[in-house]
């Protein structure tokens, strides 16, 4: 994120450039502030009152003071914005890559001997509809395993990449289903719809939309699945009622995805890396299930669930040893969980 405070050295500029530093400091985002007091560059931006807050180059804020709830608030908002887009950007390099194939798809996650790391622990290549190309190693679980589909269901994927866990929830749903898949990179909704022409799936489609807004009808499925994807968006909680408008009453969702116990380190949770390798976007567990009951689901069940071990050698490019040795002893832990959940 790029902040930008606007200012001749007046009273109030100084203050705000206090403000944003305090703040970004405060709520451990990542960011680079810089301070304009050149007239000629406030002009460039459009303003003509100072103090001005610029974030990612478009004014947020003129001509006064901000309280700090509502700078807090500006810089969070687009702190997500930038999240998105990196991940967005992440996911569309890894359909021509094949070395991201790890750690949901972080190339973090190899060394410099390119060494490749997974945290998949189960083999999707048994089930039926399994198709390797499809395959590009994001997973960090099997909820289709867990999902209960049934021939004849509507299921919707979120964060469907090339379409690995919506051709095998096809297989579950026969003839007589329908398969949704949706993400928001335009690259993989390609891959996955050349995927479906090979395999001459039909009710089988893929929109490119966002699962914070999902392009689905209400009421509509009998199933939602995801695999390790939520975890990477800010808006959890606006995901799980989309999840809960999408679906009929009676209704169900299966999510595999990365969560937290006890507190990781920031200097881990800031690294956009770790980010789009699904750690770092993780939250609590209680948090986590607290935001789906407060979507209105009921028989919320975590039915797997494990610890997700990461080598020391991709945790010394962040940590010192002593820091590394703390946070293994401590009681937090990273965790991968396959959640439940009827509407």
Known sequence: MEIKVLGSGCAKCNALMKMVSETIKESDTKADIEKIEDINKIISYGVM??????????????????????????????????????????????????????CCGSDACCGSDN??????NED???????????????????????AGIKPGNTVVDLGSGAGNDCFVAL????????????DFAPEMIAKAKKNAEKLGAKNIEFRQGDIENMPVDSNSADVVISNCVLNLLPKKDKIFHEISRVLKTGGHFCVSDIVLEGKLPSVLKNAAEMYAGCVAGAIQKNDYINKILKAGFKDVKVVKEHKIT????????????????????????????TVTGVK
């Open 49 to 102: 009152n100072t103090p001005a807050l610029v974030i990612n180059n478009k004014v947020v804020l003129s001509g006064r003071l901000p309280a700090k709830k509502e700078l807090t608030e500006l810089i969070a908002a687009n702190n997500k914005d930038d999240i998105k887009e990196m991940v967005k950007q992440r996911y569309n390099d890894a359909v021509s890559s094949k070395a991201v194939k790890s």
């Open 115 to 120: 060494k490749i790391y997974s945290i998949m």
């Open 124 to 146: 999707y290549s048994r089930l039926n509809g399994y198709m390797p190309d499809a395959d590009l190693g994001f997973g960090c679980g099997l909820p289709t395993k867990y």
């Open 171 to 182: 297989a579950e749903t026969a003839e007589s289903g329908h398969v949704i898949g949706i």
């Open 310 to 337: 990461i080598p020391d050698e991709i945790l010394l490019n962040y940590l010192d040893s002593k820091s590394l040795e703390k946070f293994k002893n401590g009681d937090s832990a990273v965790l991968s969980v």
